[in-house]
């Protein structure tokens, strides 16, 4: 196999790998703020960055390439809030983008169609993974203004009760 698309690819690979990582220590920061669904959301993330990583590593083998699993940074552990997490999504993903997207120019510039047709899965499956994260930061915004609209209703009930001298 081409060995420049080796190299690149080997490096994507660690990165999907350091991105699952990631996406399992924001679910087991989600466990603290007891938040079920959300906790289920980023264990599937985390399964299919595993599964990016995967399909980049069968593609590899069977071009008879070698796969070289490097270190890669420790992910960060404590948030603030779950808008937080979400919006750390949004900026990784916009980062796996841009080095789809690179990887793509190196496969064109190199005329090597088989990576070409691989990364294109990569290319269209970036665009789900970056609306996920829009869409998912958007309803918890949505959310929060209901919570807010709720008890502000409540708060309009509140009466003045004056004070009976009597008692
Ligand atoms: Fe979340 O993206 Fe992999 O490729």
Request: proline share 2%; no cysteine; glycine share 2%.
């Amino acid at each position: 196999m081409n060995k420049k698309l080796e190299k690149a690819i080997n490096t994507q690979i660690n990165f999907e790998i350091e991105s699952a990582f990631i996406y399992l220590a924001m679910k087991n920061y989600i466990e603290t703020l007891s938040l079920d669904g959300f906790v289920n959301w980023f264990d599937i993330q985390f399964q299919e960055e595993m599964a990016h990583a995967q399909k980049f590593m069968d593609f590899v083998n069977n071009l008879g390439g070698r796969v070289e699993i490097t270190n890669w940074e420790s992910p960060k552990n404590e948030y603030k809030s779950i808008l937080e997490v979400l919006e750390t999504s949004l900026g990784h993903e916009k980062e796996v983008t841009r080095r789809i997207h690179n990887l793509m120019n190196l496969a064109e510039e190199e005329k090597d169609y088989p990576t070409i047709s691989l990364l294109h899965w990569y290319v269209d499956e970036q665009v789900k993974e970056e609306d996920n994260f829009s869409r998912l930061i958007e309803k918890v915004k949505l959310v929060k203004d209901a919570g807010l609209y709720i008890l502000d209703k409540e708060l309009e009930s509140r009466t003045f009760v004056p004070i009976n001298p009597e008692k």
